[in-house]
């Protein structure tokens, strides 16, 4: 299933294109005939995977239950320091705390689709085209933010920016490791610059997906990406550099405590870091110039193309875990996997695939790379909770007196050691404790999202007045 995924190409405008090559097409392209013809053939790739996939449901179970669990599901759920049924509830707890929001902004993004495509592309009501958004799974919206977010008055195109100073793979690495050295951390060693694959290799097929890499335990760490010059990548490579310095900060723990107090801090610690690229933090790099700082009118539309990834990304997450729970309980049989796959997301999402209905023998899970690789996902959600949460803390900690999506701690090596405290517990005690530590409170929580995000909050439901918000099959 790996290699199908990573190997797969598919026949668009008469050429052979690669998953990284649709996903770029699709950041631009406008046209819903196409932008359904590129989704429709790239998730027709994994239907050869649903035999393959049913039998690796049954081997996994067979080991999750030699190790005294049920099923895989309960296994990848007791991870977490409480049982799995209290973990699922906490999942839906923290969702509930930002469903409002998500509510919101769909129905908002509906509005400017319709009124972009028509009736007979997006209608006004029910659950939105998955083709329409920008990106491949309609995981993050933010590639649309064109067509749905306010103008930026005085804004700024990080995309433009980085390619007009001539930003290459390794100086966008660089800048990555400059805001960890800032804090105080270490430089990376010689190995990170002489082992890591920056780019697309040219004569090999290879995983493009971003993941970071700790090979020895101890200083060998590595990120492998094929990295495009734009904003996303800009992101993409603070947060990878964030797994690699989790790596480093623990590495003096005992072998089984070398992780992250829970795999959400480990998506979450590069995030918190990726949130401070604020305007200020561009200005103090020499990205920006000072006068084109956007000002505060300008917040609605900065937060905005923020909620487009951060927000419309909480229900995708939990959406492919819940299905593969369910999957791994036996739930959901083998016949119903494509069916319930699509069931799940409209209920969570509001999403339905482009071209009606899709086959009952397709099997559009394989088509996005977790489940092909059977890599558990609820740890980006956890991640987007807890990003936010050691940002709030980290700004109060810098004495921050602005708006919260302005504060950038670039530079204050004050926060960059009790952060790094955190990071050195790696998983030696329960994750409370750790979080605890850097933020001063044992449980994970959505209010510091809602708090960063409570100015647009505001503006979309003024937007939203005498609109018909929600869909079918949702709560």
Not at 358 to 382: E, S
Request: aromatic letters at 12%; charged letters at 20%.
């Amino acid at each position: 299933m790996s290699s199908l995924y990573s190997t797969s190409r598919v026949d668009y405008q008469g050429q052979q294109r690669t998953l990284d090559q649709l996903e770029e097409l699709m950041v631009t392209e406008r046209n819903p005939a196409r932008t359904q013809e590129m989704w429709t053939k790239w998730h027709n790739i994994s239907r050869p995977m649903a035999q393959d996939y049913a039998r690796m449901v049954s081997i996994s179970n067979e080991g999750a239950r030699e190790l005294g669990y049920p099923n895989v599901g309960d296994y990848w759920l007791s991870n977490y320091d409480m049982p799995p049924d209290q973990m699922e509830h906490e999942v839906e707890r923290l969702w509930g705390q930002m469903q409002p929001f998500y509510e919101q902004l769909h129905c908002y993004v509906r509005t400017r689709l319709n009124a972009r495509y028509g009736d007979a592309v997006q209608p006004a009501t029910g659950p939105i085209r998955a083709d329409l958004l920008g990106n491949m799974w309609a995981q993050e919206w933010g590639n649309i933010a064109d067509i749905v977010g306010p103008t930026t008055r005085g804004g700024y195109n990080l995309t433009n920016l980085l390619q007009q100073q001539h930003y290459d793979a390794t100086r966008m690495a660089r800048t990555g490791e400059r805001f960890y050295t800032s804090l105080g951390l270490a430089p990376l060693p010689d190995t990170f610059w002489e082992r890591s694959m920056l780019v697309r290799p040219r004569d090999r097929d290879v995983v493009c997906h971003a993941s970071a890499w700790d090979l020895d335990a101890t200083n060998d760490v590595r990120v492998k990406m094929c990295m495009a010059i734009n904003a996303d990548d800009f992101q993409t490579i603070h947060h990878e550099m964030g797994h690699n310095y989790y790596q480093r900060a623990y590495q003096h723990q005992p072998f089984l405590f070398q992780d992250g107090a829970h795999d959400g801090f480990h998506e979450a610690i590069g995030d918190f870091i990726a949130l401070n690229t604020t305007p200020d933090y561009l200005a103090q790099i020499g990205i920006l110039r000072r006068n084109q700082i956007p000002p505060a009118s300008a917040d609605t539309a900065l937060l905005m193309r923020q909620a487009l990834d951060k927000i419309a990304f909480l229900p995708f997450a939990i959406s492919v875990d819940q299905w593969r729970w369910r999957v791994f309980r036996g739930q959901i049989q083998p016949a119903d996997y494509n069916t319930s796959w699509w069931q799940i997301r409209q209920h969570y999402q509001g999403i339905v695939p482009p071209g009606g209905p899709r086959p009952a023998d397709a099997f559009d899970p394989g088509a996005k790379y977790h489940v092909a690789n059977n890599v558990p996902y609820l740890r980006y959600f956890l991640a987007r909770v807890l990003q936010f949460q050691f940002y709030e803390a980290a700004c109060r900690q810098a004495g921050w007196q602005g708006a919260l999506n302005r504060c950038t701690v670039y530079g204050n090596t004050a926060v960059g050691q009790r952060f790094n405290q955190m990071l050195e517990m790696g998983r030696s005690h329960p994750w409370p404790d750790a979080l605890e530590a850097f933020t001063g409170t044992r449980q994970m929580d959505g209010s510091s999202m809602v708090h960063y995000f409570q100015p647009l909050m505001t503006w979309l439901e003024t937007q939203n007045r005498g609109h018909q918000c929600g869909w079918d099959g949702m709560n």
